[in-house]
């Protein structure tokens, strides 16, 4: 299909050429004028520089600012081939050029229209400043909640010795996940739907015949006894070794689900974290020496291990058969754990009562203040860690699991008598660095890299500058210097 002409020369469409620049010696009438210069866009397709370069030159950038015209497909060979001036592909024109991206907020580059940014433009002044602060506050959030819980179970277990009745009766509250889901959902979605359309939508995550009574018990069950297991264990821990440890000891949870994920998902290798699971198998070791390897310590830290397995194998087998869910299916999830919680856990405190495993004189001896307070704080750190990812980092939220670990150590040196000696040091350092290790993304060498290129880049061109501002201060010196014989 040839180019139509128009009188002038113009062809349609093209009647606001303000701005571009047509090379004298190239004049195409046919596409088979300009046959060499389309032999070169392979290049285009293969050569990620040039891409990028196209993406922002100024050619591209009045294509698609223009009208509706100039979007054919005849101007946009014209303006590749170089009919306008720009020859992506000529070895004159490189990527230096463009201005470096600067690490701050770049200004808009002379010539570009009111309201847009350049190639260099600020792509950060808005949302990442705003996930950043929410990121601050989802971090206190959730170390305040997860080391305040852990506090307040160690003082409750002071006067009311029942870990498995705690656990039921904080798990019950878990009913009220997709209630307050709903309240958001209501005040804030534009399209607000009943709770029946919400529910049934919501259901669809359990597959097209919604929760049935069947997948109630296949995909819902099993990871209700896993929950309670998982709380459990580790409110039992409490009671044998101090909340430092504890806490510190089920961070080990992130590894068993990087090594869980690459037995069971094949997710990817990476050796940093194969690094930091020996890290933390090694850290537990220490922790289990720092006590002499006394039976009530051993068991306590035996019984940590077990609660972030547990939690580990949780996560990966709801990643294994549910996937991922959305924030309304996570809610319904968790609140159907609290439903199966009452109907059939409910019996076991009931067992431990008679029984007196669990046994207390009567209701007026329970600390329901602190049981309540356990249950409200636990809930926080459970609706935190589901849904902050809508407002922050996920890498940010695990931070403040790790942060409760010196959280915890401050309470107890002033509560209890622990003594931090070195190889409890040791291992809890051990410990937080493998888990902060585990928080690294996939591509993280990737990005070291280009960090490291471009310090590198940039220290070569401040080294430069320097040479020439010396060199040039020693010519205007030298010529200040030269005596003048002028009468």
């Known amino acids: 299909m040839g180019i139509r002409e128009f009188p002038g020369g113009t062809p349609r469409g093209k009647g606001i050429a303000i701005g571009m620049r047509r090379s004298p010696d190239v004049s195409p009438r046919r596409l088979s004028d300009i046959s060499p210069q389309l032999r070169q866009l392979k290049y285009l397709v293969v050569d990620e520089a040039i891409k990028e370069d196209l993406k922002w030159s100024r050619s591209v950038e009045d294509l698609t600012s223009g009208p509706a015209g100039l979007t054919s497909i005849e101007e946009r060979i014209l303006r590749i081939t170089g009919y306008y001036g720009y020859q992506p592909w000529a070895a004159s024109y490189k990527r230096e050029e463009r201005p470096r991206d600067g ?26 400043p705003r996930k950043l ?9 959730v170390c305040a909640s997860w080391a305040g819980s852990t506090q307040l179970a160690k003082l409750t277990f002071r006067t009311f010795d029942a870990p ?13 996940f997709f209630p307050l889901y709903y309240a958001g959902h209501a005040c804030k979605a534009a399209d607000r739907q009943s709770v029946r359309q919400r529910y049934r939508e919501c259901c669809r995550f359990f597959g097209d015949n919604g929760l049935t009574l069947k997948v109630f018990f296949t995909k819902a069950a099993p990871f209700g006894v896993l929950w309670t297991l998982t709380n459990y264990l580790y409110l039992h821990a409490i009671k044998k070794i101090n909340a430092t440890d504890a806490s510190v000891l089920f961070c080990c949870n992130k590894a068993f689900v990087f090594l869980l994920s690459w037995i069971v998902l094949r997710d990817r290798f990476m050796g940093v974290r194969i690094v930091a699971a020996i890290l933390a198998i090694a850290g537990i070791v220490m922790m289990t020496y720092a006590d002499g390897f006394h039976s009530h310590s051993v068991i306590g830290i035996a019984l940590v291990v077990g609660s972030a397995s547990m939690s580990a194998l949780y996560k990966v087998l709801f990643k294994l058969l549910l996937g991922s869910a959305k924030f309304g299916e996570a809610a319904l999830f968790l609140s159907i754990l609290g439903v199966f919680n009452i109907l059939f856990i409910t019996c076991i405190p009931v067992i431990l009562y008679f029984t007196k495993v669990e046994y207390w004189s009567s209701f007026n001896d329970i600390p329901w203040g602190n049981l309540c307070g356990f249950s409200v704080l636990l809930l926080t750190f459970n609706i935190v860690l589901n849904f902050g990812i809508a407002v922050t980092y996920p890498t940010l939220m695990s931070l403040g699991i790790v942060l409760s670990v010196p959280v915890n150590a401050v309470v107890d040196h002033y509560t209890t008598e622990i003594a931090f000696n070195g190889v409890r040091v040791i291992a809890i350092i051990i410990i937080g660095l493998g888990f902060l290790l585990l928080l690294l993304p996939e591509e993280w060498d990737v990005w070291l890299v280009k960090l490291l290129t471009r310090l590198k880049v940039r220290k070569k061109e401040e080294t430069a500058e320097g040479g020439a501002d010396l060199g040039s201060g020693t010519r205007n010196k030298s010529r200040r210097a030269r005596p003048s014989f002028a009468r």
């Open 103 to 128: 690490p701050g907020p770049a200004e808009a580059p002379a010539g570009a229209e009111p309201g847009r940014a350049g190639p260099r433009g600020c792509r950060c002044s808005g949302p990442r």
């Open 164 to 176: 498995f009745t705690l656990t039921w009766f904080a798990t019950t509250w878990n009913c009220l």
């Open 133 to 141: 602060s929410w990121g601050l506050a989802v971090v206190l959030c």
